[in-house]
């Protein structure tokens, strides 16, 4: 194997690493954050929640089964930067269509390997996600550094203009067509419309930018709100967006992004992790069943609920809001984060991490069953509505409308 070219890697607080370049040669800035998932590097890649940032991978071998056709979670690399450890000599899988250095050169992304990624994933959980510099044509380490803090930061940024489809498109139900669900893509994954779709549900995925007009235009029967990536204290339009949804009490489900979307919805803060949750081994404690699952988190901010916090043990209460009730539903059991909110008068309901995993476990799958399950409930809502309504009429004595009277909807 041909020496690979000398590179460096240099975070804003001038702590400095030595490795070589990893697919592309070139320089790249981000923010540095650290993924404990053993397995799903590919998916990691794709993933649109981290865009801008550069993902630094505990398991020590990466690109082992190369990388195919099938396993992208969108239509491009979004890391802005990719740091390994010991990369694979040859990728070996009968499903592997390339290998993954070859691929990460084809799209441009700057990475580096034969870097301790144990120091540095330690270095970032005692000092925190912070903005970092990978060069693999600087060797001066106080000129990258002057550039790496010249850099916008995650805090503030929004993001999800930039990720989110430019057009509209549909994502068929698998047999039998049961629901029609609106999605707004502030950096959706592609499992998501797949684990809708084999539920019976047909999802219409819209920009960011769609208004409620946009939504219901659909014929939705429910609303959902993607993961994404970016601050979402910045993501005015999309939280104005989710109270018009829960202001006319469509269904809606929130995940991971969209999940801090809602909190903001319900009036609730958001606040920005330490390091944040990255990984497809984190523990979640369902309160309504008291079972714990294992699922697939990509976040840096949370939802901030009165009386809690990071390493606060989060109040078991209904909180009053301008919806009605609403509950913390989940909670990540390494430090306590708010990871799932359901509210109790409206009905709508998030969580945090990635239920449609992609990759991880699949824990947390059963959620898409309870949105099925809320839609299905509020159209037997609608309709025992309607029946009331005509039973109302009977009584006082009006006369029903042609297509009531011939049993048309």
Not at 105 to 132: C, K, N, P, Y
Not at 240 to 249: D, F, M, P, T, W
Request: proline share 5%; hydrophobic share 35%; aromatic share 6%.
């Amino acid at each position: 194997m041909a020496k690979r070219r000398p590179a460096i890697l240099v975070l804003e607080d001038g702590r400095t690493f030595q490795g070589e370049a990893y697919g592309s040669v070139g320089e790249t800035f981000g923010e540095a954050v650290f993924n404990t998932g053993m397995t799903g590097y590919q998916e990691t890649l794709t993933d649109p929640s981290y865009h801008r940032q550069v993902v630094v991978q505990t398991a020590p071998h990466i690109g082992n089964t190369g990388v195919n056709g099938e396993d992208d979670e969108s239509s491009r690399i979004w890391v802005a930067g990719y740091v390994v450890r010991d990369p694979a000599r040859i990728g070996s899988n009968w499903r592997a269509s390339g290998g993954l250095e070859d691929r990460l050169s084809a799209e441009g992304v700057v990475g580096i390997a034969g870097v301790d990624t144990r120091a540095l994933t330690r270095h970032l959980r005692e000092r925190g996600a912070m903005r970092v510099g990978i060069s693999s044509v600087e060797e001066d380490p106080r000129a990258l550094l002057a550039r790496v803090r010249q850099t916008p930061e995650m805090a503030g940024a929004d993001l999800s203009a930039e990720v989110t489809t430019a057009e509209p498109y549909v994502v068929p139900a698998q047999g039998e067509h049961r629901f029609t669900v609106a999605a707004l893509d502030l950096g959706i994954k592609r499992n998501v419309p797949r684990r809708l779709a084999a539920r019976g549900v047909t999802t219409h995925v819209l920009p960011a930018s769609s208004t409620i007009d946009d939504l219901l235009a659909t014929g939705a029967d429910a609303v959902f709100f993607s993961p994404g990536p970016g601050d979402p204290a910045t993501a005015d339009a999309p939280v104005a967006l989710a109270r018009e949804v829960l202001g006319r009490r469509i269904p809606l489900f929130g995940i991971c992004f969209g999940s801090q979307i809602l909190g903001r919805a319900l009036g609730f803060g958001t606040y920005k992790l330490g390091y944040g949750h990255r990984g497809i081994n984190q523990p979640v404690l369902d309160r309504s069943t008291g079972k714990v699952e294992v699922t697939s988190h990509n976040h840096g901010f949370a939802v901030q609920v009165p009386g809690a916090g990071v390493g606060a043990v989060v109040p078991n209460q209904v909180i009053d809001t301008a919806f009605g009730g609403v509950e913390v539903s989940h909670v990540c059991l390494n430090d306590n984060v708010v990871e799932g909110l359901r509210a109790k008068d409206v009905p709508a309901f998030t969580v945090q991490y990635h239920p449609e995993a992609a990759a991880g476990p699949h824990d947390a799958d059963y959620l898409f069953d309870r949105f099925a399950e809320l839609i299905e409930g509020r159209g037997l809502d609608r309709r025992r509505s309607e029946g009331r309504d005509l039973d109302r009429r009977r009584s006082e004595g009006l006369g029903l409308d042609r297509n009531h009277s011939e049993g048309g909807k």
